[in-house]
């Protein structure tokens, strides 16, 4: 088993988070509160309501929890890929596009089960507004922090409530992550024969930054489903009944246009933060796998 590529992955997923997290939260207001009309206007109101802070609401917990998903995501995917090349008689040699695919849906898919609780907190937390005044009319928050989030889910909604939104996110995470790795793989090996020389490290960041917006592409209708479900009955009364009714719900009442609502922010948002995570993540392999030595750009195969 690869145990670097779960370390990698995890300070890489860290990383990701920090430079993503104020965008973030402006993508789950925009799907879930209609006063949000786009991105500019639901930046400037959350800046003059809620200061620097309103951005940052919720990174806590995905901050100490991301490095166990992303830790997941990238040692399922890199060992499912160690053990299609051990069945096919192929150790060492490179893996074919179904593999790259069907490896980052297996990672994808594993993550849900540590993922999920922190992403529910996460959502609820950047959904609860108020003003950074505190003014003596204004509603008191109903969360006071992520562990208070969690136990107050716990206790009303019960232990599922922490897994509400779960399908959904199997559904965006798996086809995402398939996208995503495939799309990485793809694009390195492109630009290797493209250039006619070795991967250099701007290459891998375009590689990364470009990936990340083919997974979110794939996603996103998903992800709106998903953050309407985790926010489904924290304010007011449940308005779906489940997955399929949210869905036929939100299409009936907004149009199927509402599923890529936030496809903009998302693609803007992951081509930084992919950046960020893949050059992390092929720094740290290449430097706990062979020292000083083995940090280099990557050279990926496709058959």
């Excluded at 069907?102 to 999920?116: E, Y």
């Excluded at 950074?132 to 204004?138: P, S, V, Y």
């Excluded at 969690?150 to 409530?161: D, H, P, R």
């Excluded at 990340?212 to 779906?240: H, N, S």
Aim: aromatic content about 10%; glycine content about 12%.
């Amino acid at each position: 088993m690869h145990i670097v590529d779960f370390v990698s992955g995890s300070f890489a997923g860290a990383c990701g988070v920090i430079v993503g997290y104020p965008l973030d939260t402006v993508k789950v207001r925009i799907q879930t509160q209609k006063q949000f009309t786009g991105v500019y206007q639901c930046a400037v109101a959350t800046f003059s309501s809620e200061g620097v802070h309103g951005f940052f609401k919720g990174m806590a917990l995905p901050l100490a929890t991301v490095s166990l998903t992303s830790s997941v995501v990238f040692g399922t995917y890199r060992n499912c890929l160690q053990c299609m090349s051990h069945a096919r008689g192929n150790v060492g040699g490179p893996n074919t596009k179904l593999e790259i695919f069907l490896s980052g849906l297996a990672g994808g898919v594993a993550q849900i089960s540590v993922m999920s609780p922190g992403d529910t907190v996460k959502v609820r937390l950047q959904c609860q507004t108020e003003s950074k005044r505190r003014e003596a009319n204004f509603a008191k928050p109903k969360y006071r922090g992520p562990v208070h989030c969690l136990l107050t889910i716990v206790k009303e909604e019960g232990f599922l409530g922490l897994y509400r939104g779960a399908v959904p996110l199997m559904l965006r995470d798996g086809p995402s992550f398939a996208t995503y790795f495939l799309t990485y793989t793809v694009m390195c090996e492109w630009l290797t024969k493209t250039t006619g020389k070795k991967l250099d490290w701007s290459s891998v960041m375009l590689a990364g930054g470009v990936s990340g917006m083919a997974g979110w592409t794939v996603g996103t209708p998903m992800d709106v489903i998903k953050a309407r479900l985790q926010m489904d009955g924290a304010r007011e009364t449940r308005r779906y009944k489940g997955f399929f009714h949210c869905i036929t719900e939100t299409a009936r009442v907004e149009g199927a246009g509402v599923f890529f609502k936030s496809l903009g922010i998302n693609c803007l948002r992951a081509f930084p933060v992919n950046m960020v995570v893949f050059f992390t993540y092929e720094v740290l392999t290449g430097f706990l796998k062979g020292g000083a030595e083995g940090v280099n750009p990557p050279q990926h195969g496709l058959e």
